[in-house]
Nanobody
């Protein structure tokens, strides 16, 4: 059975940085896409950043975090990272990682990121 474990959230002041990590326990198929999403209170879950797996390193981040957040991966460890710099209070949310393997989606349990002003 495949498990996904996230870590790295916390409380930080505006302008600070955090690094989120997300590890897939097994890889029965090739990873198609890895990504990070977030959900703020009272809002729908939204995409933050994605990148291709299996050697395809195309990266995409949404406009609201462009230039501040970076997605990267260590394929040997089945791990995806989200480096978040220059954090703003509006970045406060629960952050979820996602792995797409073929037709299967695997989600992390979510990690809280709180940015104080």
């Amino acid at each position: 059975q495949v498990h996904v474990v996230e870590s790295g959230g916390g409380l930080v002041q505006a302008g600070g940085s955090l690094r989120l990590s997300c590890t897939l326990s097994a890889r029965p198929f090739s990873i198609t896409i890895m990504g990070w999403y977030r959900q703020a209170p009272g809002k729908e879950r939204e995409l933050v950043a994605t990148m291709g797996g299996g050697g395809d390193l195309r990266r995409r981040v949404v406009d609201s975090v462009n230039g501040r957040f970076t997605i990267s991966s260590d394929n040997a460890k089945n791990t995806v990272y989200l480096q978040m710099n220059s954090l703003k209070p509006e970045d406060t949310a629960v952050y979820y990682c996602n792995f797409k393997l073929g037709n299967n989606n695997y989600w992390g349990q979510g990690t809280q990121v709180t940015v104080s002003s």
